[in-house]
């Protein structure tokens, strides 16, 4: 699936945001100037003894709360997929993309509620070298995914010192 072609055919207002190639949703968000709570972050999580692949969309400033996305599905253990497994659910897309519609590749989404802050979000689309801007509602009416708090902040030094 191309994401732009698929926003296209639903009608969707977008914006392409074309960059240098970035290989984080942090490094996309500094590429960008735009603030990481506000780039979303996918990741493709194992579920259910790994018989089940979710796409966990996030604010690139955070991370995944394993206990609490895992009360959240309510299927065991939750653990990231690797990249080949990335590679193998999503082939249209760059080594490592995975776009946040995971509707689109038979898998379930959830997004955490903090990007639902602010009216706009901004992801990676197919390729490293390709961002889109829309309008997080319109997101969410695209994907209808579970929206509820799943992340956490990541420690400093500082916390992990005690």
Known sequence: MNVAT????QACRFERMPHHPTYSAQRLAQALHVPGREVAKTVLLRANGGHQFVVAVLPASKNIDFVQTSKLLGKGPVQLATELEIAAHCPDCDFGVLPPFGSRYGMKTIVDSTLSDDDEIVFEANTHEEAIRMKFDDFCQLEDPLVAPF????????????
Request: glycine share 12%; aromatic share 6%; with cysteine.
């Open 151 to 162: 992340a956490d902040s990541p420690c400093t030094l500082g916390e992990l010192r005690g």
């Open 6 to 9: 698929f926003l296209k055919e």
